[in-house]
């Protein structure tokens, strides 16, 4: 990159680092720390909520999603205003009033202190190995911009961001998100205008449009009721709904986000506010996917996207083979699409020629599926930053390269924060020191921080070879996320639930989804379902076994 873009990035994450440490003059008892004294406004509120969701994973891997599938993915988030409105309703009230720390806490009153730790262990889990996948995804970037080894990115990446949230607490993480979500939308705004400057004079947006159409990249709807398809619309409605519930109403990094508003209606409306902006800003993320296949219709594009795959099969025969092939193809399909734009009769040409270089990658990418012993690789990951660091001018690289970092580290901070939530208050404060004072709880809860800040980037290390990394996280999730829902089903919606069961459902939900995921080939979206059923419908066994001995 240019000495300006360094420049550019380089103040962005001093300005970061800074911010967040001078937040740290709030931070001296656990309330400041951990909740911000119930005191942020809801907009603050709703702008930490969606920064936490847009990671670096929805700039990388959303983008990558767009280019290569399409608008499909837009489905998944069908169920969020629905869960959104639920929430507001039920689990808003419950854990404003009962003045909680953390969503496990509020399972101890109403079940038992098993229960609350088994819930703490699987967030501690199952956000743990997600926070390193959000770590992982810049990761990729840097790796790609400069050459580096990727344990060294990881470690440039999640260093500063475990600094400035073990310093400022949950102050520092929600006011940096606020700044964040700016350079985001900033450097979202300058890939677009490059994309589209990028079109020949004589094709219209439009027009550019309809070849992406004509390949199937804007659809957006598939009807079908498929367990095994992802992507659809029930899969997003029904499937997507429990995850939601599951991801906002049963995850600490979220529920520790509404918790520090100043009141319960100011933590219902920072929930609205995702509710009607997270689909039209994912649907724009996407779209910027779309347009940069739009985009590689006119101007090159790699046939393999990862620079070092590339270099690994250069000498391969049947990959320069590929590769000359694919050259041609390119730029006959680019003089095609050209003319596709004045000639409706020209798509069924383009529609052909589209394909085939599509046919033409997916052997590349098998050949670094042999030659890496890798079954699962994808480049999809390093689709956006070739195009940012290939297109975009300089200073803007810098923006963008900057609007990456921002993803990242308003997500990585609010996990490494909910993370070292859950130790203490569920954990250390529960189990180790019970009458500790404020300043025993901060020190154990910034060393908390550290310690899962490290683990995180011992699991990027790993994650950024498991393909598309927005894929990745939701399926981590989904593993875990359905049974704590039911969990929580129980003790927001039901009187008869008892601890026992509550707790062997939770166990038995897991046990379903982990059988589910290897006997069958459902779809991982319906894990979330499956796991809540199954742990309510065993909760209600146990209660009625208990009742037959007389036991409650």
């Given amino acids: 990159m240019h000495w300006l873009d360094w420049t550019v990035v380089a103040a962005y994450l001093i300005y970061v680092v800074y911010d967040g440490a001078r937040r740290s003059r709030d931070t001296h008892h656990t309330s400041g720390y951990f909740l911000a004294d119930r005191s942020l406004p809801w907009w603050a509120v709703g702008l930490s ?13 959303t983008t990558g999603q767009g280019y290569t599938d399409g608008m499909r993915f837009i489905q998944f988030y069908f169920g969020l205003p629905v869960a959104m409105l639920i929430l507001c309703v039920t689990a808003v009230p419950f854990f404003y ?25 699987l967030f501690l889990l199952s956000r743990g190995l997600s926070c390193g996948v959000i770590i992982s995804a810049p990761a990729v970037i840097l790796s ?37 979500m700016f350079v985001i939308f900033a450097g979202l705004g300058g890939a677009v205008w490059v994309i589209l400057q990028g079109l020949p004079d004589q094709v219209s947006i439009p027009g550019a449009l309809r070849l992406a159409g004509a390949v199937g990249r804007l659809e957006t709807m598939d009807f079908r009721f498929s367990l095994e398809e ?6 997003g409605l029904i499937g997507g709904t429990f995850l939601m519930l599951s991801y906002f109403g049963c995850d600490q990094s979220q529920v520790q986000r509404f918790l520090t508003a100043r009141s319960e209606d100011e933590g219902k409306v920072s929930l609205i506010m995702n509710a009607f902006l997270k689909i039209p800003i994912q649907f724009l993320i996407l779209l910027i996917g779309v347009l940069v296949f739009v ?32 050259d041609e193809v390119s730029e006959r399909l680019r003089d095609v699409a050209v003319r596709t734009d004045a000639d409706s009769e020209a798509v069924k040409s383009f529609h052909r020629l589209a394909t085939e270089r599509e046919t033409l990658r997916r052997k590349a990418l098998r050949l670094v599926q042999e030659e890496r012993n890798e079954p699962a690789y994808q480049d ?28 990242a580290m308003s997500s990585i901070s609010a996990e490494l924060n909910a993370l070292s939530t859950v130790f203490v208050m569920d954990f250390y404060r529960r189990y180790f020191k019970k009458r500790g004072t404020d300043a025993q709880y901060l020190w154990v809860g910034r060393l908390a921080t550290a310690a899962w800040g490290a683990l995180a980037c011992l699991v990027a290390l790993y994650a950024a070879q498991l393909g598309s990394l927005i894929e ?81």
């Fill in 97 to 121: 009033r009962a003045r909680v720390y953390t969503a496990y806490e509020f399972l101890e009153r109403r079940f038992d202190p098993r229960t609350r730790a088994l819930t703490g262990l």
């Fill in 230 to 235: 992802t992507y659809t619309f029930w899969s």
């Fill in 472 to 552: 990745v996280v939701n399926r981590f999730g989904s593993y875990f996320y359905g049974s704590l829902l039911g969990v929580f089903m129980l003790a927001i919606g039901t009187r008869w639930a008892t601890g026992a069961g509550a707790f062997y459902g939770l166990l038995v939900g897991m046990g379903t989804v982990a059988a589910v995921s290897r006997l069958t080939d459902i779809s991982y979206l319906w894990y979330n379902v499956v796991g809540a059923v199954a742990v309510v419908l065993t909760a209600g066994l146990v209660a009625a076994f208990q009742r037959r001995l007389g036991l409650r």
């Fill in 295 to 326: 985009f590689h219709l006119y101007q090159p594009a790699p046939l393999l996207f990862e620079p070092a795959a590339a270099q690994l099969l250069s000498d391969k025969k049947e990959y320069v083979e590929l590769q000359s092939r694919y």
């Fill in 144 to 180: 790609v911009v400069l050459g580096w080894s990727l344990p060294f990115t990881v470690a440039v990446i999640g260093l500063p961001t475990i600094v400035y949230t073990m310093i400022g607490g949950v102050q520092a993480v929600t006011w940096t998100d606020v700044k964040q």
């Fill in 380 to 407: 999809v990951n390093y689709i956006f930053p070739r195009f940012v660091l290939t297109y975009l001018p300089v200073g803007l690289v810098g923006l963008m390269i900057a609007a990456v970092f921002a993803a």
């Fill in 49 to 61: 909520i969606m920064a936490t969701q847009m990671s670096a994973i929805t700039l990388v891997g």
